[in-house]
T-cell receptor
Framework: EPEVTQTPSHQVTQMGQEVILRCVPISNHLYFYWYRQILGQKVEFLVSFYNNEISEKSEIFDDQFSVERPDGSNFTLKIRSTKLEDSAMYFC????????????FGQGTRLTVV | QQPVQSPQAVILREGEDAVINCSSSKALYSVHWYRQKHGEAPVFLMILLKGGEQKGHDKISASFNEKKQQSSLYLTASQLSYSGTYFCGTLGSGSARQLTFGSGTQLTVLP
Protein backbone atom coordinates (compact mmCIF):
# COMPACT_ATOMS: atom_id res chain seq x y z
CA GLU A 1 0.00 0.00 0.00
CA PRO A 2 1.47 3.40 -0.93
CA GLU A 3 2.38 5.62 1.97
CA VAL A 4 3.86 8.99 2.81
CA THR A 5 7.37 8.64 4.20
CA GLN A 6 9.01 11.15 6.52
CA THR A 7 12.60 11.42 7.69
CA PRO A 8 14.00 11.66 10.23
CA SER A 9 11.53 10.26 12.73
CA HIS A 10 13.08 12.32 15.50
CA GLN A 11 15.39 15.31 15.35
CA VAL A 12 16.95 17.22 18.21
CA THR A 13 18.40 20.61 17.40
CA GLN A 14 19.74 23.60 19.24
CA MET A 15 17.81 26.82 19.31
CA GLY A 16 18.78 29.04 16.40
CA GLN A 17 19.83 26.18 14.16
CA GLU A 18 18.30 25.41 10.81
CA VAL A 19 16.46 22.14 10.30
CA ILE A 20 15.12 20.47 7.21
CA LEU A 21 12.35 17.92 7.51
CA ARG A 22 11.90 15.61 4.59
CA CYS A 23 8.90 13.91 3.10
CA VAL A 24 8.27 11.63 0.18
CA PRO A 25 4.59 11.93 -0.77
CA ILE A 26 2.63 9.23 -2.55
CA SER A 27 3.84 9.18 -6.13
CA ASN A 28 0.67 10.10 -8.02
CA HIS A 29 -0.42 12.77 -5.55
CA LEU A 30 -0.31 16.38 -6.61
CA TYR A 31 -1.08 18.29 -3.43
CA PHE A 32 1.24 18.35 -0.46
CA TYR A 33 0.82 19.67 3.05
CA TRP A 34 2.67 20.24 6.26
CA TYR A 35 0.90 20.14 9.61
CA ARG A 36 2.21 20.62 13.11
CA GLN A 37 1.04 19.07 16.36
CA ILE A 38 2.37 20.35 19.64
CA LEU A 39 2.36 17.59 22.24
CA GLY A 40 -1.17 16.87 23.42
CA GLN A 41 -2.76 19.48 21.20
CA LYS A 42 -4.62 19.54 17.93
CA VAL A 43 -3.19 19.16 14.46
CA GLU A 44 -2.51 22.60 12.96
CA PHE A 45 -2.26 23.43 9.28
CA LEU A 46 0.99 25.06 8.18
CA VAL A 47 1.08 25.12 4.40
CA SER A 48 -0.22 23.53 1.22
CA PHE A 49 1.80 23.19 -1.96
CA TYR A 50 0.76 22.52 -5.52
CA ASN A 51 2.43 22.87 -8.87
CA ASN A 52 5.71 23.91 -7.27
CA GLU A 53 4.29 26.78 -5.33
CA ILE A 54 2.56 27.50 -2.06
CA SER A 55 -1.20 27.54 -2.48
CA GLU A 56 -2.11 28.40 1.10
CA LYS A 57 -0.35 29.03 4.37
CA SER A 58 -1.42 29.69 7.92
CA GLU A 59 -0.37 32.41 10.33
CA ILE A 60 2.08 29.96 11.88
CA PHE A 61 3.98 29.70 8.61
CA ASP A 62 6.03 32.87 8.95
CA ASP A 63 9.29 33.89 7.30
CA GLN A 64 11.22 31.33 9.32
CA PHE A 65 9.51 28.55 7.39
CA SER A 66 9.93 27.55 3.78
CA VAL A 67 8.96 24.59 1.66
CA GLU A 68 10.51 23.14 -1.41
CA ARG A 69 10.14 20.29 -3.81
CA PRO A 70 13.76 20.00 -4.88
CA ASP A 71 13.19 17.02 -7.16
CA GLY A 72 10.33 14.89 -8.38
CA SER A 73 9.85 13.01 -5.17
CA ASN A 74 10.94 14.92 -2.06
CA PHE A 75 8.98 17.65 -0.31
CA THR A 76 10.85 19.51 2.41
CA LEU A 77 10.04 21.88 5.23
CA LYS A 78 12.85 24.14 6.36
CA ILE A 79 12.86 26.07 9.60
CA ARG A 80 15.56 28.70 9.29
CA SER A 81 16.24 29.55 12.91
CA THR A 82 14.49 27.23 15.31
CA LYS A 83 12.85 28.43 18.50
CA LEU A 84 11.90 26.43 21.56
CA GLU A 85 8.24 26.76 20.63
CA ASP A 86 8.91 25.02 17.32
CA SER A 87 9.18 21.75 19.23
CA ALA A 88 6.35 19.61 17.92
CA MET A 89 5.46 16.67 15.74
CA TYR A 90 5.49 17.70 12.10
CA PHE A 91 3.29 15.74 9.73
CA CYS A 92 3.54 15.72 5.98
CA UNK A 93 0.45 14.78 4.03
CA UNK A 94 -0.48 14.40 0.40
CA UNK A 95 -3.63 14.05 -1.63
CA UNK A 96 -4.60 13.34 -5.20
CA UNK A 97 -6.50 16.58 -5.54
CA UNK A 98 -7.43 19.69 -3.66
CA UNK A 99 -10.46 20.20 -1.49
CA UNK A 100 -12.64 17.50 0.04
CA UNK A 101 -10.54 14.44 -0.46
CA UNK A 102 -8.64 12.03 1.72
CA UNK A 103 -5.27 13.27 2.87
CA UNK A 104 -2.68 10.62 3.61
CA PHE A 105 -0.42 11.47 6.52
CA GLY A 106 3.14 10.38 7.11
CA GLN A 107 4.28 9.05 10.47
CA GLY A 108 5.67 12.42 11.45
CA THR A 109 8.98 13.90 12.54
CA ARG A 110 9.29 14.75 16.19
CA LEU A 111 11.32 17.95 16.40
CA THR A 112 12.83 18.84 19.74
CA VAL A 113 14.48 22.23 20.07
CA VAL A 114 16.79 22.58 23.07
CA GLN B 1 -11.49 29.55 12.91
CA GLN B 2 -11.25 26.04 14.23
CA PRO B 3 -14.27 23.80 14.72
CA VAL B 4 -15.35 22.98 18.24
CA GLN B 5 -15.48 19.35 19.30
CA SER B 6 -17.35 17.83 22.19
CA PRO B 7 -16.87 16.07 24.44
CA GLN B 8 -13.15 16.50 25.04
CA ALA B 9 -12.84 12.96 26.35
CA VAL B 10 -14.96 9.83 26.53
CA ILE B 11 -14.38 6.62 28.44
CA LEU B 12 -16.58 3.67 27.69
CA ARG B 13 -16.70 -0.10 27.89
CA GLU B 14 -16.35 -2.38 24.92
CA GLY B 15 -19.71 -2.71 23.22
CA GLU B 16 -21.03 0.69 24.28
CA ASP B 17 -21.91 3.51 21.91
CA ALA B 18 -20.43 6.98 21.67
CA VAL B 19 -21.18 10.21 19.84
CA ILE B 20 -18.62 12.89 19.06
CA ASN B 21 -19.82 16.27 17.89
CA CYS B 22 -18.16 18.89 15.74
CA SER B 23 -19.54 22.35 15.12
CA SER B 24 -18.38 25.41 13.28
CA SER B 25 -19.29 29.07 13.37
CA LYS B 26 -18.72 29.43 9.63
CA ALA B 27 -20.32 27.91 6.57
CA LEU B 28 -18.89 24.52 5.77
CA TYR B 29 -18.23 22.79 2.50
CA SER B 30 -17.17 19.49 3.97
CA VAL B 31 -16.32 17.75 7.21
CA HIS B 32 -13.46 15.26 7.48
CA TRP B 33 -13.02 12.78 10.30
CA TYR B 34 -9.66 11.33 11.32
CA ARG B 35 -8.54 9.06 14.13
CA GLN B 36 -5.10 9.30 15.67
CA LYS B 37 -3.63 6.68 17.94
CA HIS B 38 -0.98 7.73 20.41
CA GLY B 39 2.32 8.44 18.69
CA GLU B 40 0.94 7.74 15.24
CA ALA B 41 -0.24 9.75 12.26
CA PRO B 42 -3.90 10.70 11.84
CA VAL B 43 -5.77 8.14 9.77
CA PHE B 44 -8.63 9.12 7.51
CA LEU B 45 -12.08 7.83 8.42
CA MET B 46 -14.52 9.63 6.14
CA ILE B 47 -15.58 12.84 4.44
CA LEU B 48 -19.07 14.27 4.42
CA LEU B 49 -19.93 16.68 1.66
CA LYS B 50 -23.59 17.49 1.48
CA GLY B 51 -26.09 18.86 3.92
CA GLY B 52 -27.79 16.03 5.69
CA GLU B 53 -25.37 13.51 4.31
CA GLN B 54 -24.67 10.42 6.32
CA LYS B 55 -21.88 7.97 5.80
CA GLY B 56 -20.51 4.98 7.54
CA HIS B 57 -18.40 1.93 7.36
CA ASP B 58 -18.47 -0.95 9.75
CA LYS B 59 -19.87 0.45 12.99
CA ILE B 60 -18.59 3.99 12.60
CA SER B 61 -20.90 6.46 10.89
CA ALA B 62 -21.30 10.19 10.69
CA SER B 63 -23.83 12.83 9.76
CA PHE B 64 -23.41 16.36 8.47
CA ASN B 65 -26.04 19.02 8.94
CA GLU B 66 -24.95 21.78 6.63
CA LYS B 67 -27.57 24.25 7.85
CA LYS B 68 -26.51 23.87 11.46
CA GLN B 69 -22.84 23.64 10.48
CA GLN B 70 -22.52 20.52 12.59
CA SER B 71 -21.31 17.00 12.20
CA SER B 72 -21.56 14.02 14.50
CA LEU B 73 -19.52 10.84 14.53
CA TYR B 74 -21.31 7.74 15.83
CA LEU B 75 -19.37 4.77 17.17
CA THR B 76 -21.64 1.80 17.68
CA ALA B 77 -20.77 -1.24 19.77
CA SER B 78 -17.28 0.12 20.30
CA GLN B 79 -14.24 -2.10 20.09
CA LEU B 80 -10.91 -1.77 21.86
CA SER B 81 -9.38 -0.74 18.54
CA TYR B 82 -11.55 2.36 18.47
CA SER B 83 -9.47 3.98 21.21
CA GLY B 84 -7.66 7.08 20.06
CA THR B 85 -8.16 10.77 19.49
CA TYR B 86 -10.78 11.72 16.95
CA PHE B 87 -10.38 14.94 15.03
CA CYS B 88 -12.87 16.62 12.82
CA GLY B 89 -11.47 18.77 10.07
CA THR B 90 -13.52 21.34 8.26
CA LEU B 91 -13.21 22.89 4.86
CA GLY B 92 -14.88 26.25 4.46
CA SER B 93 -17.14 27.10 1.58
CA GLY B 94 -15.14 30.20 0.73
CA SER B 95 -11.86 30.51 -1.08
CA ALA B 96 -9.72 29.17 1.76
CA ARG B 97 -9.21 25.49 1.17
CA GLN B 98 -7.08 24.58 4.13
CA LEU B 99 -8.35 21.84 6.38
CA THR B 100 -8.80 23.17 9.91
CA PHE B 101 -8.89 20.60 12.68
CA GLY B 102 -10.74 20.72 15.95
CA SER B 103 -8.97 20.13 19.24
CA GLY B 104 -9.87 16.46 19.26
CA THR B 105 -11.89 14.04 21.36
CA GLN B 106 -9.96 11.40 23.26
CA LEU B 107 -11.85 8.13 23.22
CA THR B 108 -10.83 5.31 25.53
CA VAL B 109 -12.50 1.93 25.22
CA LEU B 110 -12.01 -0.37 28.20
CA PRO B 111 -12.47 -4.14 28.15
Amino acid sequence: EPEVTQTPSHQVTQMGQEVILRCVPISNHLYFYWYRQILGQKVEFLVSFYNNEISEKSEIFDDQFSVERPDGSNFTLKIRSTKLEDSAMYFCASSVRDGPTEAFFGQGTRLTVV
Amino acid sequence: QQPVQSPQAVILREGEDAVINCSSSKALYSVHWYRQKHGEAPVFLMILLKGGEQKGHDKISASFNEKKQQSSLYLTASQLSYSGTYFCGTLGSGSARQLTFGSGTQLTVLP
